[in-house]
């Protein structure tokens, strides 16, 4: 047994395909189901059923993909503080990011970084905030800079660094702009929404805080990012909640007194994951970002 067969293993079974494991690898298929063989030979045992064109994990494969990312882990964190002693900045920095983030919050840090530290091979990956904490939390991903979740849950850990104020919205022809009384939260409910997907970290946000007044949202059109469902708001499709960075003149922001919305953004990195350098330098230029809303005069 060794990392390169441990890697092949975790890699089908977080694809559920030898073909895409092989393609995130960078290596052929053959040599993929020829290391997943020669694991199951080693173990005595079927890693995978294969039924058709599926590919799922046996019991015994359910019992070491855990182990087997505790071990690659392990490995990599070990390979790490070794080449921190070395003190230069260079090797991979696997990065996360909400589109949001990456659009408005980052340009001038991965501006500056590259040209700082041009032997650093940036992994920039643009996945909902969602996503980059499960990459973070299964080592996929050595940071994040995304939407907090509400709560911090174990192996994760967060830095809170930005609050994001959330305004209620609609389109400049809505007839809730063109009312001059303010409109109360059952009157907006009256009125479809564009939210964000289900079981979003800012969908929940909007979601608890308008059942906590007893009023239920209707949401036919879900997505994401929030800059599509920015423009599904403009052209009429229905109201919704965005953040500040977005306003412009094509929409009209509803006071609503009896609600006031925001998120935290921020840094999530893995607890027990030792960072490399060029995350520590990362990091540093990222904590020093003015908001975009602190930026207009």
Request: aromatic share 6%; with cysteine.
């Amino acid at each position: 047994m060794d990392t390169a067969t441990l890697s092949a293993f975790v890699a089908v079974a977080e694809y559920g395909s030898f073909s895409h494991a092989a393609e995130a690898l960078f290596v052929t298929q053959p040599a993929i189901s020829k290391r997943v063989a020669t694991l199951e030979e080693s173990l005595h045992a079927p890693l995978f059923d294969r039924i058709g064109r599926q590919v799922r994990l046996t019991e015994a494969g359910q019992t070491l993909l855990p182990r087997a990312r505790h071990i690659l882990a392990e490995l990599r964190d070990s390979q790490q503080a070794i080449a921190n002693l070395a003190g230069r900045v260079g090797g991979t920095l696997s990065l996360g990011t909400s589109h949001h983030i990456g659009l408005h919050y980052l340009p001038p840090v991965l501006r500056r970084f590259v040209q700082s530290f041009p032997e650093v091979a940036l992994d920039l990956r643009f996945m909902d905030s969602e996503e980059v904490c499960r990459a973070v939390a299964h080592g996929d991903l050595e940071m994040g800079v995304v939407t907090l979740p509400p709560a911090t849950t174990p192996p994760l850990h967060h830095t809170p660094l930005w609050r994001d104020e959330l305004c209620v919205v609609v389109s400049i022809d809505h007839p809730l702009a063109k009312a001059r009384s303010r409109p109360t939260l059952r009157q907006l409910a009256h009125y479809p929404a564009i939210l964000p997907a289900h079981r979003t970290y800012t969908r929940d946000l909007i979601e608890q805080a308008f059942a906590a007044r007893g009023v239920t949202l209707s949401a036919p059109l879900a997505t994401n990012p929030l800059e599509t469902i920015k423009m599904l708001v403009t052209v009429g499709l229905g109201w919704s909640v965005l953040p500040v960075t977005l306003l412009d003149r094509e929409l009209h922001v509803l006071k609503i007194p009896e609600i006031r919305l925001a998120r935290q953004l921020g840094i999530v990195t893995h607890g027990r994951r030792t960072a490399t350098r060029a995350a520590h330098e990362f990091r540093a230029l990222v904590e020093h970002i003015v908001p975009p809303t602190l930026q207009r005069p």
